[in-house]
């Protein structure tokens, strides 16, 4: 079985490096063409095929590309409602003469919306009737029969992919904007989700600097976050960390003689509250702190405090 896996992984390798030598001027029409439309880039395909195109549409909507996939029988159907003139359309098909998106380039052609066709045959009716032209044709397919659509398929999510990432690279698509299409992922976490949303800003574990060694135990217990803070929220002059008190406490057992002023650390990392957790986990990973007050540096005020493992 191992011998089998290993084999069909070879075949699509050789397959994809078979397409990838054959990538020409074509392509950079193609990425041209999407980049200088004004409309939508819509994917169609069915089958084995129609399901490569969905992760397509998925990927090129994700990075930047306004994309959806559109059901060839669908769309035949009442669904080319969808198409507008301005949109492009991505014909999926490695014959090149599937029925079903041979149905619909008339009414393309109509609504003169361009087409891509992505098909493993440059002479088929569906590449001859489109603008443009991605050949994705292969020597054989890893299915043993030379049936099911193995190595085909793969060559045609892979040219997706490349025409995803060459649109991301020709609009210098970044973080950000790939944070802002997905706001529920951590990146999207991250990027668009500001410290504020995530502090902590109740029961804030504020001590005096005068106070004893038990009271400072009892607030630190009390708050939860391995420290405290010395002052208040109008004013913070230090932080006491759980390290901080094991430091003091190694050098001095006799907690009798332990002093806040001299335990603390006088110039806490202090963030504001509108900066993105991506930048304030960045600076907490280069200091190797896990917290971090949020509030004014200037003025040493204090709103709230963030961790670094709460979120």
Not at 134 to 142: G, H, S
Not at 182 to 191: A, Q, V, W
């Amino acid at each position: 079985m191992k011998e089998i896996a290993k084999n069909v992984f070879d075949i699509e390798i050789e397959s994809l490096k078979q397409v990838a030598a054959s990538i020409g001027d074509e392509f950079n029409n193609v990425v041209e063409a999407i980049l200088n439309s004004k409309g939508k880039l819509i994917v169609t395909g069915i089958g084995k095929s129609g399901l490569i195109g969905k992760k397509i549409a998925a990927t090129l909507a994700s990075t930047g590309t306004p994309s959806f996939f559109l059901h060839p029988g669908e769309a035949f159907h009442g669904d080319l409602g969808m198409v507008e003139a301005n949109d492009m359309v991505i014909l999926i098909s490695y014959s090149g003469e599937t029925d079903e998106v041979l149905k619909i380039i008339p009414y393309l052609k109509w609504n003169k919306n361009v087409m891509i066709a992505i098909t493993g045959n440059p002479d088929s009716t569906i590449a001859k009737n489109s603008d443009l032209h991605l050949n994705v044709r292969i020597t054989r397919e890893a299915c043993p029969l030379e049936l099911a659509p193995t190595s085909s398929t793969t060559t045609t999510l892979v040219m997706g992919d490349a025409l995803a990432v060459a649109l991301m690279e020709s609009r210098q698509f970044q973080h950000e904007d790939f944070a802002r299409f997905h706001p529920g992922g951590s990146l999207g976490r991250k990027l668009l989700v500001k410290v504020k949303d995530l502090m902590r800003r109740d029961n804030l574990p504020f001590i005096d600097k005068d106070a004893s060694f038990t009271e400072l135990l009892l607030c630190m217990s009390e708050g939860k976050l391995g420290l405290v803070i010395v002052g208040n929220a109008m004013r913070a002059e230090g932080v006491v960390t759980d390290g901080d008190l094991r430091r003091a406490l190694i050098r001095n057992p006799d907690t009798s003689q332990l002093i806040i002023s001299e335990m603390m650390t006088i110039n806490p990392v202090i963030i504001d509250p509108e900066e993105n957790i991506s930048h304030a986990e960045q600076l907490m990973i280069e200091r190797k702190i896990a917290t971090v007050l949020v509030g004014s540096a200037e003025k040493r005020t204090i709103n709230g405090v963030y961790q670094i493992y709460n979120g």
